[in-house]
């Protein structure tokens, strides 16, 4: 099972990013997937996650800003973000998990990317 993330970069105050995240090796419809992200000096943290289009999760800081979404016939995640608000710069994680039941943000994960950074600059 690999993921890799691929879309940071820097993005100035109150703009947008979209992140993605290819899965290889399994049945990608089947797993809870999410998005983790870590400041520097700071414990990683959940962001978003996703069992299937209708089942979405986000952590309060990003909720009406941030989306999850995920392209099973591509076995490709999503991240888009919206900078309404000031956020910091970090490095954001997709992440695995099977099953796909109990999949909530911040829930365990199995399988983890190398991450990507994103850079807010103001």
């Known amino acids: 099972v690999q993921v890799v993330e691929t879309g940071g970069g820097s993005v100035q105050a109150g703009g947008s990013l979209r992140l993605s995240c290819a899965t290889f090796?399994?049945?990608?419809?089947?797993?809870?997937m999410g998005w983790f992200r870590q400041a520097t000096g700071k414990e990683r943290e959940g962001v978003a996650a996703i069992r299937s289009a209708s089942t979405t999760s986000y952590a309060d800081s990003v909720k009406g800003r941030f989306t999850i979404s995920r392209d099973n016939g591509k076995n490709t995640l999503y991240l888009q973000m919206t900078n309404r608000k000031p956020e910091v710069t970090a490095t954001y994680y997709c992440?695995?998990?099977?099953?796909?039941?109990?999949?909530?943000?911040?829930?365990?994960?199995?399988?983890w990317g190398k991450g990507t950074l994103v850079t807010i600059s103001s």
């Open positions: 992440a695995a998990r099977y099953p796909s039941y109990g999949c909530y943000v911040g829930s365990p994960m199995d399988y």
């Open positions: 090796g399994y049945a990608y419809s089947d797993y809870c």
